[in-house]
């Protein structure tokens, strides 16, 4: 067994061979119902912490829950109303996707990205201190990453660190930014909990549906 696979059978975790493989009816794509946010889907490509295109993601595509993408659909009415859009990194992610990181976080060989996405944090304790995770919300359909970004220049708000640095700085609460780069995270998060998204202690771009439909299932149908 590889060592990936290892800890997680240790954890007592499913792999995803446990994931459903079916897509419901009930995931739709965003851009249906969000048609002008911008969809920068980082693991379709290589700019992101893993440096290759993850596995299952076979389109910069953004699939949730009909639930969630309607509550996406008021907050991106509401940031228009501020002059503001949503610019999505990701959305529901293939079980597989997360077995990719995983193998990635197990291999500490592989230290290729660490000073553009965890420069505060040593790999092998990625896992631990809860950056990488066995299994994520996001493969059960309700999760995703976001930012703002101001319509009339295109630029993203300024939120103190990029999308996906490992570090404490990325933490919603975070006192090592400014106090304008707070403010801009608050304001997203107000926007997201004002239409049902819950926050992730450790990334200010994460948001989960209070109400998910899916609160103890994990899918892996590709994105295509």
Known sequence: MKPAALA????????????RTDRPVIFVDVA??????????????TANFVGARVDGYGAARCFLTRPA??????????AKARGLGLRIFDCYRP??????????????????TKAAYYPDVEKKD??????????????????????????????DLDMGTPFDLFSPR?????????????ANRGLLADLMARHGFKPFEKEWWHFTLKDEPF????????IE
């Open 215 to 222: 609160t103890d299932t994990y899918f892996d149908f590709p």
């Open 126 to 155: 990625l896992f631990a201190e809860g950056y990488i995770a066995a299994r994520s919300g996001h493969s059960r359909g309700s999760t995703l990453d976001l930012t703002l970004f101001d319509r009339a220049t295109g630029a």
């Open 170 to 182: 990325s933490w919603p609460g975070s006192d090592a930014v400014t106090r304008a780069q707070k």
């Open 69 to 78: 993408a309607d509550a996406l659909a008021a907050v991106s009415a509401d």
């Open 95 to 112: 079980a597989r996707a997360v077995a990719h990181f995983a193998r990635w976080a197990s291999d500490l060989s592989d230290t290729g």
């Open 32 to 45: 249906t119902l969000v048609p002008d946010a911008v969809f920068d889907v980082r693991y379709f490509g």
């Open 8 to 19: 997680l059978g240790i954890a007592g975790l499913p792999l995803a061979a446990d994931a």
